[in-house]
């Protein structure tokens, strides 16, 4: 619960800054797309060894969900769709949604504008052609109790 608290403490103080315009929404992706794409490159070799033999869409949704993000995997629940395609349910523990929902952003924006370009980015280290996007008509609070995500190989 200590680690939980500190992640939404983290995003608050993002968010505030966003808010207060101290900090532009472009800023502050580009600092968490830095701190991600480090982090895969510090890890590349051993999550990429662990994953051996998935397709590129499942390995990048276990690498940054459940490697990076630390998601548990019970909150998260994979789809196969198509061939080449991954649909996910998560209904995990979200630092910016608790920091949103206290500030009064909308997740839609937050996630869209601040959060995606770094999972982007991740997908496309794993590969250049796979894509990461969100159906924003089911993203938490709005509308649903889980954010519908995908992971697409292009």
């Known amino acids: 619960m200590q680690t939980e608290q500190k992640a939404i403490e983290e995003k608050l103080e993002q968010l ?14 580009d600092l968490i797309t830095k701190r991600r794409i480090s982090w895969f490159e510090e890890n590349k070799k051993a999550v ?5 033999g998935l397709s590129d869409e499942e390995k ?17 629940k994979m789809i196969r769709i198509s061939k080449n395609k991954i649909r996910i349910e998560s209904c995990n523990f979200c630092p910016y949604l608790e920091a949103c929902k206290k500030l009064g952003l909308d997740t839609r924006y937050v996630c869209k504008e601040i959060v995606e370009p770094s999972i982007q980015k991740m997908c496309e ?18 509308h649903c109790d889980f954010c519908d995500e995908y992971f697409e190989l292009s």
């Open 60 to 76: 990048a949704y276990r690498i940054i969900c459940f490697d990076h993000m630390k998601i548990n995997p019970d909150h998260s």
């Open 16 to 29: 505030r800054k966003i808010k207060d315009g101290t900090l532009g929404p472009k800023e502050l992706a």
């Open 125 to 142: 280290m794993i590969n250049p052609r796979l894509k990461f996007s969100r159906n924003y008509q089911k993203i938490r609070p709005h």
């Open 48 to 52: 990429l060894a662990k994953y051996e």
